[in-house]
């Protein structure tokens, strides 16, 4: 490698440092596996990396790799054309609970509740609500409509409500 | 659901809009990469793709078209490859390709160079993909998918009882020679016998030339 090899290996090693958590994170949410999060983040750097003056050069190579990592996900999921689609979760989804005492009906994991849903479901979930994204802006990252986002967005809130909402409000009339 | 359900009225989804970050974050916390584990692979991925388009792009400047023709064939085990689950990374294998020179026979193979992967995969209906160089093999089914995962020795003990490593992995296998393979399926899920069937399938080399 030359100087300049050298010098982009540097700052791409500290960039990886400074951020791998967070799109890791982003990565989990994607996909609810620690491998597929793995081999997505890695998958993802690799692209940065082959892009690395231009990443250096965005207002925020954070954000250029965000998008590279929801792009990644789903290119992947269609050139795989599995077909996915919503389902309900099942009882090997329901995981222990998050912590001695909590609430028996509070024990179905986030994670394994998101793959339950669309992988684009799961992008407009990421936008939305992960980086508190507007639907507008949702919308034109992802390619689809306003109306669209809001209703993957209301669909995956309808799977996590189980999840997140007070006992009591879900047992409410 | 319809719409009098009450549990989905506009004004308690808008309520749920305001926890659902903040319960995310929360899950999501404790959720911590080996980062110096991804700067290195990371890095490697990327300096293999840019040295793929290295090639690439001097291969085209000297007439020379290479085609992209990912091993499927069951039974060849030098396969190097690309990336593993990811299309751009994936979809462009250096490993099989043939290379086709003009007036030259078009279907005469380049001898394989570089890596191999170390498990080929005889499973009825199944089809992989071997990205040697990126030590993952990618198997499909339908709708099912099947990533293959080498992995050096070294890795054995940490991988072996642990909960978060093998006890999300689909299979682990024992030890071959200098290396182990994991099985990593998404959230399709295959039944055991479908399982079964897979593992059953698989051939491993005595020994893996790592990339």
Known sequence: MGVTDDRQAEEFTAFVRATGAQLH?????????????????????????????????????????????????????????????????????????????????????????????????????????WEDRSVADTAAELGITDSAVRTRARRALLRLRPLIAPVSERNLP | MTDHDPVDRPDRLDRLDTLVGPALRERLRDERPDL?????????????????????????????????????????????????RDDAVASTPTATATVTVPGADPVAPAVPTGPAFPVVVDAPGWTCEYFAIDEKAWCTRGELGVSVVARPRSSYDDWKGSADKEGSALWMSPLHGNYFVTLQGGEDGLSPADLTAFVAGMTFAPHWERP
């Open chain 1, 25 to 129: 994170q982003a990565a989990m949410l994607l996909t609810g596996d620690h491998h597929l999060a793995e081999d997505l983040t890695q998958a993802t750097y690799a692209k940065v990396f082959t892009r690395w003056r231009r990443v250096t050069a965005a207002e925020s190579p954070l954000a250029y790799a965000r998008t590279t990592l929801l792009n990644t996900f789903l290119s992947h999921r269609r050139l795989r054309r599995n077909g996915e689609r919503p389902r309900d979760l099942s009882d090997a989804e329901i995981g222990p609970p998050h912590a001695p005492g909590a609430d028996p009906e509070l024990r179905v994991d986030l994670l394994a509740a998101l793959t339950g849903l669309a992988p684009l479901d799961r992008a407009v979930l990421l936008l939305r609500y």
């Open chain 2, 36 to 84: 110096e584990h991804l700067a290195i692979a990371s890095l490697g991925a990327g300096q293999r793709m840019r040295r793929r388009r290295r090639v690439a792009l001097s291969g085209t400047a000297a007439g020379v078209a290479v085609v992209a023709a990912v091993s499927v064939a069951a039974g060849v085990l030098s396969g190097p490859g690309t990336a593993a």
